[in-house]
């Protein structure tokens, strides 16, 4: 069983900004990717962002957060950063973070974001 770390999330109005992080186990090997879910009440969990670990730390993002949000990673610490601003209320969810290991996925307890109008 893989633990991940969470933090970060709130509730901000419209507009403002927040940052998650997300830590993975020092000894994790083989780790492919990382990123960020998101699921709101009563919705299918979402892609959010992901950031390759290898490969150049390439990204991919919603097409609804493009431009707002920044994923990065730190792989001395296995530590990936979700920086999210100009929030919305839409954006208003539970995110989940993703570890992506060969076939295999692990997850967040997930952190609440709440973004008021």
């Known amino acids: 069983q893989v633990q991940l770390v969470e933090s970060g999330g709130g509730l901000v109005p419209a507009g403002g900004s927040l940052r998650l992080s997300c830590t993975a186990p020092g000894n994790i090997l083989g780790i492919n990717a990382m990123g960020w879910y998101r699921q709101a009440p009563e919705k299918q969990r979402e892609l959010v962002a992901t950031i390759t670990i290898t490969r150049g730390g390439s990204t991919n993002y919603a097409d609804s957060v493009k431009g707002r949000f920044a994923i990065s990673r730190d792989n001395a610490k296995n530590t990936a950063y979700l920086q999210m601003n100009s929030l919305r209320p839409e954006d208003t969810a539970v995110y989940y973070c993703?570890?992506?290991?060969?076939?295999?996925?692990?997850w967040g307890q997930g952190t609440q974001v709440t973004v008021s109008s």
């Open positions: 993703n570890l992506n290991i060969g076939v295999r996925n692990y």
